[in-house]
């Protein structure tokens, strides 16, 4: 059985040379391009957060990204410690 894909809209063909190209590059570079997709993902989940939570000030923000991403208990815990509130 062949390995699958890590992405559905990427032909095999494309992806050896996504591959080849990686492996090419140094450990600094694979580290700094994975930092900069893990921010920019951040950065957008923050961004729809925002969005679907528009009445919520920067502090609560960043708890309700705890909360979404990490889950409830650790966002009761930072609210807590940073707000002196609890979840509902």
């Known amino acids: 059985m062949p ?20 492996r090419q590059m140094s450990p600094l570079d694979c580290s700094t391009k994975a930092i900069r997709l893990s921010n920019a993902i951040m950065a957008q989940s923050k961004a729809a957060i925002r969005e679907s939570f528009p009445d919520l000030d920067e502090l609560e923000l ?22 002196g509130k609890h979840i509902d």
């Open 3 to 22: 390995p699958l894909p890590y992405t559905s809209d990427t032909s095999p063909e494309a992806a050896k040379i996504q591959l080849a190209l990686i």
């Open 62 to 83: 960043k708890v309700k990204f705890i909360e979404i991403h990490y889950g409830k208990a650790l966002a009761e815990g930072c609210r807590s410690k940073l707000l």
